[in-house]
């Protein structure tokens, strides 16, 4: 339904102007061809990440401002027996130390995803890493000397750090309740166990995943001040308004009295979801010292305690006909979601991507004595597809049914998981079509030759994101008299250029140039509420809002325009920023308009429009990948990738290749190098730096890379978007190792494919 135009009550002696007006983007019809919109254009705030003039969480600097340092367990499982902070609240410098012993530590935190509840500050320590105490002093050094001079005193516990064991009935608990926090959770269709019979062909496996860490290139971070009652929060986060509800919540506060704000951030791949336990420390620590408190996690902290993509171990059965049509799926998945249940498996994928009547999906959670799992991009896809999309490939050379062809054979044409809801649109099976023409698959794939150690092969996965967004979005745009464009949206910029495509979308609509527009963004005292930028929904959600705030700001001027020039409205148009007439060579620049001037700018509040009852929209991927490996040491290179990508209108032909190309590399570090790695008596971090847990570089990343937007504009919101974050990393861990299993002709099921796996796998078939 359309807003009501709002119109202000007079400006001097023209006609009420309509200097402010409400619009929703199911006012708009899709976009046709557009200009602006889709062009590969710079970031617009790259001069300023790159030149130093950015300013980050750590950047900030308060006169005053005392910096926090948290001590952390150095065990995995522990009681804290004694604790004596006299001699470290001695120490120059040291303005507030708290503890499991202070009054604060009794704040609840509430474990994201399944309702358990903790306390700020636990003497049961059950990871290494968990808060044991925080120190406020006036520098860096003197908290981190201070935090060293406390006093503890630890009960040792058993711990445990495989899942696995960690579901044996003598295994420690984690938790009183064990360590099961909740029953499997069964989602089934049809009949499983009555089709399998009927199957001409069935396969079976049993994959293992690891644990990745995040590591952004911005480590967590907050800064804290308090006025009055007030409390204002610096915080490299994906989500101001999350951060902020769950900040009042555990202080007690009115939302009114926080303001949350993360103009700048670098990266956070589902890390920075949430509020994290420094962000209430710090804001505690402010509380008791009346100054600002700045608090940085090390890179040693966020390794240990800053989240986690949890290891999965997931077994797939497939059932299908002669013809390769699936008839049956079957998939149990367990994984570890760390201390406390947070979360560790999806099986949506397996529910989903492939035309299937009979599936079923076991998924279970299990306790270990390790941080706890936080979202990843993609929280649960990567895992399920490295599963299905390799029991894919079993069941393709089972039925000698060419690789591609077998997934074409098994595209939805609506979303099951959904109870057989229409996709909004749907490029799965372009994506599989136009990647293998333009990758060239079937003169790629070639016999394995024995007689070098060198050998080649190709590899292809698909894959699907299940989430559309949360659609709740509003944006407000001002133009003023001089022709210049303020967009003030909550959404958060993590590192992806959403603000230059905000940027692009309002500049479309509105018929600027692109350089004329400006972003203030991710401040909850003064932006508009957006949701956290994470999911694959800052696009879908965002940007159609932001073309509804423009639409309203072009009415309004064009209104303004006719009342002034004795024209219809329908006649005008604004292009290059200049006020068009139909029929008329001439051009209005907007500070010709009169009224303009004197009512100094115009406002448009756009607001996103639900999704639509009957259509889900979301986005596919299908990625070819070219191996190199060497049969002597082990050794896998990619070096050819084509990810071909069904996710909606391209926004920004630069951004979207860097995006997938970000989650390539992702994918890389998933199937080659990733893994956390936990001491098995100590449940402590193996692998705790850059230089022992090995993430890609650009030294890994293939030279020869295609980017192949299957660009079919998605007809739900009003500007075609689709998300691209999560579905350009899920399949690509997968892609890699169906090239590995084609060059040497064996599978390698468990990740990382590391050289030693390569060789064994090979000497267990008396290869090489």
Known sequence: MREPDIYSAEVNDCEPAPTLKNSSDDDLKPWGKTTVVGAPLPRIDGHERVGGAAVYTRDISISGMLHCVILRSPHAHARVRRLDISAARAMPGVHAIVSSESPEAKIPWHITGQGAQSQLFNPHLRYEGDEVAAVAAETLTQAEEAARAIVVEYETLPAVADYRDAMKPDAPRVLDAGNLPSPPRITQRGDVDAAFPKADVVVEGTYNTPCELHVPLETHASVAQWDGDDLEVWDSTQGVYAVRAQLAEALKLPLSSVRVSSRYMGGGFGSKLELGKYTV???????????AVKVALTREDTLRAAGNRPANTIRVKLGATRDGRLVAIDADLVGASGAYPTGAVSGYLMLDLYACQNARVRETSVLINAGPARAFRAPGFPQAA???????????????IDPVELRLKNVPSVSQRRNGMAYSSTGLADCLKKGAELFGWSAAQRPASARSHIRRGVGVAAGMWGSPGDPNATVIIKLYSDGSVNVNSGAADIGTGTKTVFAQVAAEELGVPVGRVKLENADTGTTQYAPSSGGSQTIIVNTPAVRAAAAAVKRAVLELAAAELKKDVAALSIRDGMIEIAGESRKLPFTALRSLAQAQQVVGIGRRAPHPIDKVPLPFAAHFAEVEVNTRTGEVRVIRYLAAQDSGRVMNALTYENQVLG?????????????????????KLANGSWHDYKIPTAMDFPADFTCLPVDPADQSNSTGAKGLGEPATIPSAAAIANAVRDAIGVPIIDAPITPASVVAALASQGRK
Request: charged share 25%; glycine share 8%; no cysteine.
């Open 663 to 683: 989650g390539v590399t992702m994918g890389i570090g998933f199937a080659l190098t990733e893994q956390r790695v936990l001491d098995k008596p100590t449940a």
């Open 386 to 400: 490295w599963a299905l999309e390799q029991a894919m490939d079993d069941l393709a050379i089972k039925l000698r």
């Open 281 to 291: 420390i710090a804001a505690v620590l402010a509380r008791r010292t009346g100054r």
